[in-house]
């Protein structure tokens, strides 16, 4: 069964850094596009960031370029977020997801409705 367990979220100052970590089960994550999503409170879920299969392509929301990175560990069948300077605005419900139908060499979408299999979610709250 494909599942996703997010963890990392916690409360953080503005300007400091927080690794968000996805682990995958049920499935070799290296074959799949994986996606990074936000929400805050009264918002949308908006796309963060998501990697392509094979560590493919990335794409990053304009808010969060040069401050995020996503990168896959294989040999832990893991995705992580990496947030440095971070800033109230980032506080959010962060999520990673994928989809079997986003096939190999897709690039990665950062639309969330493109997205089936879901994890539970971890918060991240910046403030001072």
């Known amino acids: 069964q494909l599942q996703l367990v997010e963890s990392g979220g916690r409360l953080v100052q503005p300007g400091g850094s927080l690794r968000l970590s996805c682990a995958a089960s049920?499935?070799?994550?290296?074959?799949?596009?994986i996606g990074w999503f936000r929400q805050a409170p009264g918002k949308e879920r908006e796309g963060v960031a998501c990697?392509?299969?094979?560590?493919?392509?990335?794409d990053y929301a304009d808010s969060v370029k040069d401050r995020f990175t996503i990168s896959k560990d294989n040999g832990k069948n893991t995705v992580y977020l990496q947030m440095n300077n971070l800033k109230p605005e980032d506080t959010a419900d962060y999520y990673c997801?994928?989809?079997?139908?986003?096939?190999?060499?897709?690039?990665?979408?950062?639309?969330?409705?493109?997205?089936?299999?879901w994890g539970q979610g971890t918060q991240v709250t910046v403030s001072s």
């Open positions: 997801a994928t989809d079997p139908s986003l096939g190999w060499g897709t690039p990665c979408p950062l639309r969330w409705n493109e997205y089936e299999y």
């Open positions: 049920g499935f070799t994550l290296d074959y799949y596009v």
């Open positions: 990697i392509g299969s094979a560590g493919g392509n990335t």
